[in-house]
């Protein structure tokens, strides 16, 4: 089976930003979350990935084919939500649903009734009348009801309560289990990673910094806290990324590096821990 997404040498201008020589792949049946700082890039690439920016060179193939030689093809199979709403404002829920599911000859309109009564929906009601979260409900609703093979997601989970996202994080995680499909979720709220992710890719300035196995990396490094008069350049050489606290430094570093260290703590770090660290080295 061909990978769901392959992306290679990939270049892009925007403004005065710029995607660097980025390369990517995503295999079926995984999630993968995408993370990094604002203005690292995250949405810079998913709109390049789906041409809504030009891209200046490299190659994006979804399901083994580019956008050019299978667009219509690689529209039905892709899902999007974004972290704002797409359609008209105006428009009552259930017009829109009539509206695009023309467009997707697999589109699921018992499924849709079914997430709409989940997120408890009204589809009479006019998009500007939802909230935020309400509408990234129905963005989450749109996305999922035309069956896709490939989600990607832009910060969906931004703007709804603790209830409203573990519900949509369970589903992920269901559509995964049943079927061989795949998500690319960029997100600032990476515990929702720690809980589903497969994958983590980072991207800062434009550039992918890692992209490795989530438990990998997380059991590759350690949170480490080492009292100040025992940190000295040696030690502070050993970390990934550290900031001193009124005791001593706190960071993260390899849990081969921190195990040969006497008299400090460590704990199991998160996906935000390396991001943060992550960060942190990169401006040193």
Same mark, same amino acid.
């Given at each position: 089976m061909s990978n769901i997404l392959e992306v290679n040498g990939l270049c892009a201008d925007v403004g005065r930003f710029s995607l660097k020589n980025i390369d990517l792949v995503l295999e079926p049946g995984t999630i993968m979350g995408f993370i990094g700082k604002n203005g690292a890039g995250k949405t810079t690439f998913i709109k390049t990935i789906l041409d809504i920016i030009p891209k200046k060179s490299g190659t994006v193939k979804f399901f083994g084919k580019s956008v050019a030689e299978a667009e219509k093809e690689t529209k039905s199979r892709v899902g999007v939500v974004f972290d704002s709403l797409i359609y008209p404002q105006s428009y009552r829920a259930k017009t829109v649903k009539n509206t695009i599911a023309a467009f997707y000859k697999d589109f699921d309109d018992a499924k849709w009734r079914r997430?709409?009564? %989940?997120?408890?929906? $009204? *589809?009479?009601?006019? @998009?500007? *009348? +939802?909230?935020? #979260?309400?509408?990234? %409900?129905?963005?989450? !609703?749109?996305?999922?009801?035309?069956?896709?093979?490939?989600?990607?997601? $832009? *910060?969906? =989970?931004? #703007? @709804?309560?603790? !209830?409203?996202? =573990?519900?949509?994080? $369970?589903?992920? +995680? /269901?559509?995964?289990?049943?079927?061989? %499909?795949? !998500?690319?979720?960029? =997100?600032?709220? =990476?515990? $929702?990673?720690? %809980?589903?992710? /497969?994958y983590i890719t980072m991207i800062d300035g434009g550039q992918i910094i890692f992209s490795r196995a989530k438990d990998e990396m997380l059991d590759h490094y350690a949170l480490v806290h080492i009292e100040k008069e025992k940190a000295d350049e040696r030690v502070k050489s050993m970390f990934l990324g550290f900031h001193e606290t009124s005791s001593g430094l706190e960071g993260v570093m390899k849990k081969v590096l921190a195990q040969s260290l006497d008299c400090v703590k460590t704990a199991k770090p998160t996906v935000e821990d390396i991001m943060v660290y992550q960060s942190m080295a990169l401006k040193q």
């Open positions: 997430l709409m009564q %989940k997120f408890e929906l $009204d *589809e009479k009601m006019k @998009l500007n *009348e +939802y909230s935020k #979260g309400m509408q990234m %409900k129905f963005q989450i !609703v749109m996305a999922l009801a035309h069956n896709p093979d490939l989600l990607i997601l $832009d *910060e969906p =989970t931004a #703007g @709804l309560d603790p !209830v409203a996202r =573990t519900q949509f994080l $369970d589903m992920l +995680y /269901d559509i995964i289990s049943n079927d061989c %499909k795949s !998500v690319l979720f960029s =997100t600032h709220i =990476t515990s $929702d990673l720690d %809980k589903i992710a /497969d």
